[in-house]
C-alpha cells in the first residue's frame, strides 16, 4: 500500500549536468565549472571549496572528505578517505594522567589533521579535468568579495557565539564586532582568501609542508597541542576499495570504515527481509522494522567502526547475506528491542553534502565536514583555517577497536552514498547530520525504491531519527495513531522539537530518457540546479 504526500516543490530535471548542496551560490559555483567543461569531479571540489566560505560552521578545508565516484563507461565505484589522524606524540595514556574519561568534545585535544585538501587533490588528479586553481576561484571569489548570510547559516552561526567567542583568532576570523553575522549581512573572509590563494598556487603541498601547515602546527603547540610538522608532510589522502550490498535490482555503495557507510548497508540489509512494499508508508509497522533495522546496525558500528589500518574488521561477515537473516530474525515485531548487543561475536552534526552528475554521467558523491559546528573551535592565526574535532569520536578504551593511538583516524559520521543497476549509476544521494546519516539514507533510498517516490519526494517524506540512548524522534507529518501504536510497541518517544531530521541531496539518473532529476532538502538552505 503505497500512502505518502506530496512534495512542496518540484523535482529539478536538466539534461546537461546538475549540482545539489545546501547553499545556492555553492550551487551556483558548481554549476559554472560544469559550464565551463569541467566535469564531476571539477564541478564537486569547487562547491565544496565554496561551501568552506558560505556555510563555513558546517565544513572547510580544516576538516575531512569522503567521495564515491563512478566515471562514464567505468563499472567501477572509487572512493577516496580524506579522514585525517591524530598526532604520532600522543597516547592515550596522556588523556589517562589529565583524569579524562572521554576526549573533550570541543578544544586542542578534538584536533586531528585535515585531510580535506589532499582529497581535493587526488581526486582532481585522477578523474577532474581542470587544475586546483581553477575549481577554487568561485571560492576565492566570495571569500574576497563578501557573499550575503542565509536564513539557516545565520541561525547556525548564532547558535556558536559562545564556542567563537572562546579563542581570539576565532572570534577575529568569524564573528562582527564580537557578534554573529545577521541574515542578509555581508561577511568577507579575508584570511582565507589568501589561505585559498596559497593552496591554488602550491597545491596541497603548501597546505601540508608549506607556510599553512607551520602557522597551524604553530597555533597547536601555543593551545598545549601535540602535532608537528611530520604529522601534516607524511598525511596522504587514500584511494579505498568501496564496500556494497545488493537490494532488490540495485547495488547501493558506501565508503567503508572508519566511517559509518556500512551502517547504511547493514540497515537496508536487514530490511529487505520484510515486504515493506505491502506496508503503508510511515505506518507504525513500517517504522517498527526501520528503527529496529537501525538498532542491530548501530550495535554493530560502534562495536567494530574504526581505522582498518590498524585492526583487521569483519566487513564480509557484517555484510554476508546468512548474517542479515540472523538479524532479521532477532527484530520481534510486535515489541520494541531494548539494550541491544553487537550480533557478531569479533575476537579478533554538522557536515555538507554535495551531489553532481556532469553531461557524460560522470557521478560524484562528495562530503565534507568539520564535524560540530565550527570543528574544534580552533582558527589558526593568519590562515582562517577553522579545525576540525574529529579527534573526540575516539574510545579512551584501550580495549576497543577505536581507541585513541597515535597516527590513527577516528570513527567517522560523514558518508556519501552512490546507486547503480545493471552498473550504471542511477541514485547519487546524501544526508547530512551527524548519526542521522545512515538512518536518513536508508529512509531516502527506500522511500524511492520501495514507495515510487521521485526524489524530491524521497527527501521532504517525513522521518525518523532514532538516538544513542533508544529513543526516537518523529518528524512533523506521521500521524498520532502511529505515534500511539509505536508506544504500544514499546518505543520511547521524545519530542521533535530541537531535534535535526538531517539535510538531504541527491540526483537520480534516468539513463533511458537520458535526463537527471534533482532534489535538494528544505531543511537547509539549498537547492538543486540542472541545465
Known amino acids: 500500500m503505497k500512502e505518502f504526500r506530496g512534495s512542496h516543490r518540484s523535482m529539478v530535471v536538466g539534461k546537461n549536468g546538475m549540482v545539489a548542496s545546501s547553499q545556492p551560490l555553492a550551487v551556483q559555483a558548481g554549476i559554472d565549472i560544469l559550464k565551463k567543461g569541467g566535469n ?46 591524530s598526532p604520532e606524540n600522543l597516547s592515550i595514556d596522556y588523556f589517562k594522567e589529565q583524569g579524562l574519561e572521554k576526549i573533550p568534545n570541543i578544544g586542542i585535544l578534538s584536533v586531528s589533521v585535515p585531510g580535506a585538501v589532499s582529497g581535493f587533490e587526488k581526486v582532481l588528479e585522477k578523474f577532474g579535468t581542470m587544475p586546483l586553481k581553477e575549481v577554487l576561484k568561485p571560492a576565492i571569489y566570495y571569500a574576497e568579495n563578501g557573499f550575503p548570510v542565509s536564513e539557516l547559516v545565520a541561525f547556525s552561526w548564532y547558535r556558536a557565539l559562545e564556542k567563537l567567542s572562546e579563542h581570539p583568532e576565532t572570534a577575529e576570523n568569524y564573528l562582527i564586532e564580537g557578534r554573529a553575522p545577521r541574515v542578509g549581512e555581508t561577511f568577507y573572509s579575508k584570511s582565507i582568501a589568501k589561505t585559498f590563494k596559497a593552496i591554488a598556487k602550491g597545491g596541497a603541498e603548501e597546505f601540508y609542508k608549506g607556510e599553512i601547515a607551520k602557522k597551524i602546527v604553530d597555533a597547536v603547540k601555543k593551545k598545549g597541542g601535540f602535532f608537528t610538522m611530520d604529522d601534516f608532510a607524511a598525511y ?41 512494499d505491502s506496508m503503508i508508508h510511515n505506518s507504525a509497522q513500517y517504522l517498527h522494522i526501520l528503527i529496529e533495522a537501525k538498532k542491530l546496525a548501530w550495535a554493530d558500528l ?56 556532469d553531461k557524460d554521467r560522470n557521478v560524484c558523491s562528495f562530503i565534507n565536514s568539520l564535524y560540530n559546528g565550527f570543528g574544534s573551535g580552533i582558527v589558526a592565526k593568519g590562515t582562517g583555517v577553522c579545525l576540525q574535532n574529529r579527534g573526540s569520536l575516539f574510545s579512551l578504551d584501550k580495549n576497543h577497536l577505536n581507541a585513541f593511538a597515535p597516527r590513527k583516524r577516528p570513527f567517522h559520521t560523514i558518508i556519501p552514498g552512490l546507486a547503480t543497476k545493471d552498473d550504471l549509476p542511477v541514485l547519487n544521494f546524501t544526508v547530512m547530520g551527524g548519526d542521522m546519516q545512515p538512518q536518513g539514507q536508508m529512509q531516502l533510498f527506500l522511500n524511492m525504491v520501495e514507495f515510487g517516490m521521485n526524489v524530491q519526494q524521497a527527501i521532504e517524506a517525513p522521518r525518523f531519527y532514532h538516538n544513542d540512548v533508544n529513543q526516537a524522534a518523529l518528524e512533523d507529518g506521521i500521524d498520532s495513531r502511529t505515534r500511539a501504536a509505536l508506544v504500544l510497541k514499546g518505543h520511547k518517544l521524545q519530542a521533535e522539537t530541537g531535534v535535526f531530521f538531517g539535510g538531504a541531496q541527491a540526483i537520480a539518473i534516468d539513463h533511458e530518457k537520458d535526463v537527471l532529476y534533482g532534489g535538494s532538502d528544505p531543511r537547509r538552505d539549498g537547492c538543486a540546479i540542472g541545465w
Request: proline share 5%; hydrophobic share 40%.
Open 40 to 85: 564531476a569531479v571539477d564541478a564537486s571540489v569547487a562547491v565544496a571549496a565554496t561551501l568552506n566560505v558560505v556555510e563555513p560552521m558546517s565544513t572547510g578545508i580544516g576538516g575531512d572528505v569522503f567521495s564515491l565516484i563512478q566515471m562514464n563507461g567505468d563499472k567501477k565505484v572509487h572512493a577516496i578517505n580524506a579522514s585525517g589522524w
Open 236 to 276: 596522504e589522502a587514500e584511494w579505498v576499495e568501496p564496500i556494497k550490498s545488493k537490494y532488490k535490482e540495485y547495488e547501493v555503495y558506501q565508503s567503508p570504515p572508519n566511517g559509518q557507510g556500512i551502517a547504511t548497508l547493514l540497515e537496508l540489509n536487514i530490511a529487505k527481509g520484510f515486504e515493506l
Open 302 to 357: 560502534r562495536a567494530f567502526a574504526s581505522d582498518p589500518r590498524f585492526n583487521k574488521l569483519p566487513i564480509n561477515e557484517l555484510l554476508a547475506d546468512d548474517y542479515s537473516k540472523k538479524q532479521q530474525e532477532r527484530i520481534d515485531l510486535n515489541k520494541a528491542g531494548v539494550s541491544i548487543q553487537p550480533g557478531l561475536d569479533w575476537s579478533s552534526g554538522d557536515t555538507v553534502c554535495l551531489a553532481v552528475v
